[in-house]
């Protein structure tokens, strides 16, 4: 392996920004069917042979890691704890050297019982996707009746030390958008972070509105019904995709991650890479750039960072969800890894 590199020889696009945060799908398979994301039925899930096996994940993680200056990787998916080598694929992302944050995204269902065994490979973080605590209402959004599965994966994740415990929740119209109150105030009492995330047109049913979607400034009316919220310093936001706010006076706070209303594009840093070995610059890019076949075909270390390299110049900067001729990508959220 060559030496690591400097920031110049990073992911940088052709507007300045350069990726250091590496998001990576493990599996685009899931266990729960939320409405915003994925239809009843399911989707047709990619075979095996596509899918990146573990040592490839690892390898190109590696490469992220060490030519190209990522310095923090968040496993996602479809659902993580799906993917059976989850926890090994852990452990070996966390002995690169330079060492990354490593963090995952999951639904929290099996969570109470791979909680203690991440942390032990080094697991940093969780965010756990949590919209509700209402049973009827889960059961509604998700099609399953399983939110004593997710609640328990969230006491295990904070008994292990995964701290913070970190909350999505996305707020569906007529559905659970009455619930924001209840829900920050049960992140607060069990000292979960919560962040409100913005509907996206990314689900694979397009059933995506601007029309119906809760935007960010009725996120908050909502909240300001039982809640003092004050914007913290926003210049520690940086890069971060959530404006944050100090709940009555603080210690704790409540993120929102205003996608669609309040767009971010021009401080991102990340980048994805897919279950099948596809870099994407966006969440929402109409192109991908392969990568497994190369790495298939025998490509070095270098030639893969290189190609890493080149698939991010064309990012764009924007997500253009405002315009008129957007379109969403072919891809729905649960193949990208959100
Ligand atoms: N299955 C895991 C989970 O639900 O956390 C990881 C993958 S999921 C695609 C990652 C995040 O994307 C979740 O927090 C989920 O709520 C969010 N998400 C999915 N579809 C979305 C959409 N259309 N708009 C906004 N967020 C979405
Ligand atoms: Fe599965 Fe996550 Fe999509 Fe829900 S949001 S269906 S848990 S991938």
Redesign the pocket.
């Known amino acids: 392996m060559t030496a690591p590199s400097s920031t110049p020889l990073g992911l940088a696009d052709n507007y300045g920004r350069v990726a250091t945060d590496l998001r990576v799908s493990l599996t685009d398979r899931?266990n729960l069917r939320?409405t915003?994301?994925m239809p009843e039925e399911g989707l047709d899930w990619l075979a095996k042979p596509e899918l990146l096996t573990d040592d490839e994940i690892v390898r190109l993680v590696s490469i992220a890691v060490t030519h190209l200056g990522v310095d923090e990787i968040r496993f996602?998916?479809?659902?993580?704890l799906l993917r059976r080598g989850l926890v090994g694929i852990v452990a070996r992302t966390t002995q690169l050297q330079p060492r990354p944050q490593v963090s995952l995204?999951?639904?929290g269902i099996g969570l109470s019982r791979q909680a203690e065994a991440l942390r032990e490979a080094g697991l940093d973080r969780v965010n756990v996707?949590l919209d509700t605590i209402r049973r009827d209402t889960f059961q509604e959004l998700t099609r399953r009746d399983r939110l004593q599965d997710v609640l328990d994966g969230l006491a295990a994740a904070h008994k292990a030390g995964l701290a913070p415990v970190k909350v999505?929740a996305?707020l569906m119209r007529g559905m659970n958008d009455d619930q924001a109150p209840d829900l920050l105030q049960f992140c607060l009492d069990h000292d979960y972070e919560l962040r409100f995330?913005e509907?996206?047109p990314?689900?694979a049913q397009h059933g995506?509105s601007r029309d119906t979607m809760i935007t960010a400034d009725e996120i908050l009316e909502r909240l300001a019904d039982r809640f003092d919220l004050q914007p913290t310093d926003a210049a520690s936001r940086g890069s971060a995709p959530a404006e944050s706010f100090t709940v009555r006076g603080g210690p704790a706070t409540v993120g929102i991650i205003a996608s669609v209303t309040r767009p971010f594009c021009g401080d991102c840093d990340r980048v994805r890479l897919t279950a099948d070995g596809q870099v994407r610059d966006c969440l929402f890019a109409r192109t991908e750039s392969d990568l497994r076949t190369a790495l298939r075909a025998g490509a070095d270390d270098e030639d893969l960072a290189d190609r890493w390299r080149r698939a991010m110049r064309g990012k764009l900067p924007g997500h253009g969800i405002a315009d008129p001729a957007f379109l969403q990508p072919a891809r729905p959220?649960?193949a990208i890894g959100?």
């Open positions: 899931c939320c915003y994301c996602t998916g479809g659902e993580p995204t999951t639904n996707s999505n996305v995330i509907q996206m990314l689900d995506w959220m649960s959100g």
